[in-house]
């Protein structure tokens, strides 16, 4: 059921996209159930994109320092983000458990 759910996530993360057509490809999901989802990524993904590049040039058309400057705050606010979310999950993992490669496990 979560299919239609990465189908459509996978739009918005570099790189995924072809990760996900590939697995939906291997695991044979119904390409009827991918094709419309697809769209409906494509469509979600080129109006958030679009409205960002519109309303940030609106906005920022004059002031080209200033679009610099959101621009690395919001880069490095979703970094933070995300670091923080490693940190949470990391949380409940048993420490000192040894990371090993497969061979030798």
């Given at each position: 059921?979560?299919?239609?759910?990465?189908?459509?996530?996978?739009?918005?993360?570099?790189?995924?996209?072809?990760?996900?057509?590939?697995?939906?490809?291997?695991?044979?999901?119904?390409?009827?159930?991918?094709?419309?989802?697809?769209?409906?990524?494509?469509?979600?993904?080129?109006?958030?994109?679009?409205?960002?590049?519109?309303?940030?040039?609106?906005?920022?058309?004059?002031?080209?320092?200033?679009?610099?400057?959101?621009?690395?705050?919001?880069?490095?606010?979703?970094?933070?983000?995300?670091?923080?979310?490693?940190?949470?999950?990391?949380?409940?993992?048993?420490?000192g458990?040894p990371?090993?490669a497969?061979?030798?496990?």
């Amino acid at each position: 059921m979560r299919g239609g759910a990465i189908i459509v996530a996978s739009r918005y993360v570099p790189g995924a996209r072809t990760a996900v057509s590939m697995t939906a490809g291997a695991v044979g999901y119904e390409w009827r159930r991918f094709t419309s989802f697809g769209v409906v990524a494509a469509v979600t993904w080129a109006t958030y994109s679009g409205l960002i590049g519109f309303l940030g040039g609106v906005a920022l058309e004059r002031n080209v320092f200033m679009a610099l400057l959101l621009g690395l705050a919001l880069a490095a606010a979703i970094t933070a983000v995300a670091e923080l979310g490693r940190h949470v999950l990391r949380r409940g993992q048993p420490a000192g458990r040894p990371v090993c490669a497969a061979s030798s496990c």
